[in-house]
């Protein structure tokens, strides 16, 4: 009799094989109903804690925009300027995302956006991007480089880094801004424990050769980042060309900060410091007392001297404090300032439309940067269209003088590298995704930055595209890398698999990357170029396409 064993085991293994092979399928099919029905349908996003649409219908918040509304309204009537119509809501909020948080709204964002109530959508998408890290980070940092610009400082007495995280903090919890400039122009302790303390620290020289901190730094860094006035440009001579400003002016600003020290127990203050200054056509310093250069009833005369400053700065009748605030804040949310340059307001006026409305709300409102924010944001003038909707017609002149249409503004170079790595991702990028993928992000990032041209802390100076701009992104690593065939990480890849047919692949594509769903003949122009692909050749026809929309100039705009 012959034995079978053989034979039955290797029955037994086929079998096996073929139910593991069933399984296999069963849970591919599984994967890719999911993945669809993951594609398509909206993601349920946290619900905001700070959304509360009676909120945003209360008559102080509808007073506030309807007044602000009213100046614009007269402003053009004056002008005989006719304002665009408003934006599209995907527009709207793609805006919003980039002044925000530095990057276009992912898809999942998307999808739940516009699974709101159409009369609430934009208000709740403004509470989870003030409710999102990213958005605290962005506002951190344009807060730092004001501050202390994007110099790494000494060493041994400075972490820009620590500065820059207590900065989002402060934002996230929404501390008022009056007592977040205090903080940072009265700071005391060591630079690692007490962060604010690095506003001080970043002006200590290199080589130590002076004791304490650079006293003419200081005060250009308050004038500037606080006050919105350029009084620095007297520091060496009186003005020329009839300026109030004087020589003197400047160095009784800067003469409040001659009692700070650094030493090994962090920032302080030694009232036997002296400030002393050798004025143009003097032959020997002299010491030079504290003065306010306006608005000196507005100086408490409790405290030490740099508290007695930050009192000053931030007093509620201080309006310079306020215009600045408004005009940094409508800079991150319209890409330009009201006034030009950003840190350079005029005391007296004239003053663009509205900036002395925003500003009595500002004060008004115990200085509340989320409430500046959303109040903007609801406006008319915020929600215009950038283009006009003749084409025969495009925006005039005059309207862009009176923001009668949307300014159009080039992207940051991190809103551009933020906005191409979103782009080319499926889920939101932000800080709950995975550590590794956001080391990955951070070394692309800073590379395609370091190229592309970082512009310092006058990131927001009206600037002209160059030609390596272009050439980075057409050829660039950072580009290359997130549009090339990747299932896993990749949208171009994924979307071309995972979409039901070709419009929707080609719909989604252009709302990862541009925020808006295509024109007719745009659709019809890539329907035809996916159609009857598969496999390799599809991947190709979505990479090209991601590639495509990324390097048009509506990419590389805010509008």
């Not at 501390?175 to 005391?188: C, G, K, M, N, V």
């Not at 290199?206 to 007297?234: S, Y």
């Not at 002296?274 to 405290?303: H, I, Q, W």
């Not at 409508?330 to 307001?345: C, K, Q, T």
């Amino acid at each position: 009799m012959e034995d079978d064993t053989p034979s039955k085991f290797a029955q037994h293994g086929s079998m096996a094989g073929d139910v593991r092979n069933v399984v296999f399928a069963l849970l591919c099919l599984g994967g890719i109903a999911w993945g669809f029905a993951t594609f398509l349908a909206p993601k349920k996003l946290p619900r905001p804690h700070q959304f509360n649409p009676a909120a945003f219908k209360s008559d102080d918040f509808t007073a506030a925009v309807r007044q602000i509304d009213a100046v614009f309204e007269k402003d053009w009537s004056d002008a005989n300027v006719r304002p665009t119509s408003r934006a599209t809501d995907l527009a709207i909020a793609r805006r919003l995302a980039l002044g925000l948080t530095g990057t276009v709204p992912s898809l999942p964002e998307i999808r739940a956006f516009e699974a709101q109530p159409p009369d609430q959508r934009l208000n709740w998408w403004l509470s989870v991007l003030l409710e999102d890290r990213r958005f605290s980070d962005n506002l951190a940092e344009r807060l730092a480089r004001a501050c202390v610009g994007v110099e790494n400082g000494p060493f041994l007495v400075y972490r820009r880094h620590r500065l820059v995280e207590w900065l989002s903090e402060e934002v996230h919890q929404n501390r008022p801004y009056d007592q977040l400039t205090r903080s940072l122009i009265a700071s005391e302790g060591v630079w690692t424990s007490q962060p604010e303390a690095n506003f001080i620290t970043v002006t200590l020289r290199q080589n130590m050769d002076k004791k304490g901190p650079d006293e003419v730094k200081l005060a250009a860094r308050v004038t500037r980042a606080f006050l919105g006035v350029r009084i620095d440009c007297m520091q060496c001579h009186d003005d020329k060309f009839g300026d109030r400003w004087k020589q003197k002016d400047f160095h009784q600003l800067a003469a409040f900060f001659g009692h700070a020290e650094v030493s090994v127990t962090g920032v302080r203050d030694n009232e036997k410091l002296k400030y002393e200054y050798r004025y143009k056509g003097k032959t020997a310093d002299e010491v030079v007392n504290p003065a306010v250069p306006f608005d000196a009833e507005l100086l408490p005369s409790d405290g030490n001297l740099r508290a007695r400053l930050a009192g000053w700065v931030t007093h509620p009748k201080n309006r310079a404090f306020a215009r600045t605030a408004v005009n940094r804040v409508w800079a991150l949310m319209f890409g330009v300032p009201l006034v030009e340059p950003i840190d350079s307001i005029p005391l007296e006026g004239p003053l663009p439309p509205a900036m002395e409305v925003l500003a009595d709300d500002f004060i008004s409102h115990k200085f509340d940067l989320q409430r500046l924010i959303r109040v903007i944001a609801s406006t008319r003038v915020f929600q215009l269209d950038s283009q006009s909707t003749n084409p025969q017609q495009p925006v005039s002149d005059s309207q862009e003088r009176h923001l009668a249409a949307f300014p159009l503004s080039r992207l940051r170079p991190e809103q551009v590298a933020n906005s191409v790595v979103q782009s080319c991702t499926l889920a939101t990028v932000d800080a709950q995704t995975h550590i590794l993928y956001r080391i990955i992000r951070a070394v692309q990032e800073g590379g395609f930055v370091k190229r592309y041209g970082d512009l310092g802390d006058n990131e927001f100076t009206a600037t002209g595209g160059t030609i390596p701009q272009r050439l980075l992104l057409m050829n660039g690593e950072l580009v290359q890398k997130r549009t090339e065939k990747n299932p896993i990480m990749n949208a171009p890849t994924r979307i071309g698999s995972l979409a039901p047919d070709d419009e929707t692949a080609v719909e989604t594509a252009y709302l990862t990357t541009l925020t808006r769903r295509p024109t007719a003949a745009e659709k019809a122009l890539f329907i035809g170029k996916l159609k009857g692909t598969k496999g390799d050749p599809r991947s190709a026809v979505m990479q090209d396409l991601s590639w495509t929309l990324i390097n048009s100039t509506e990419f590389a705009w805010n509008h």
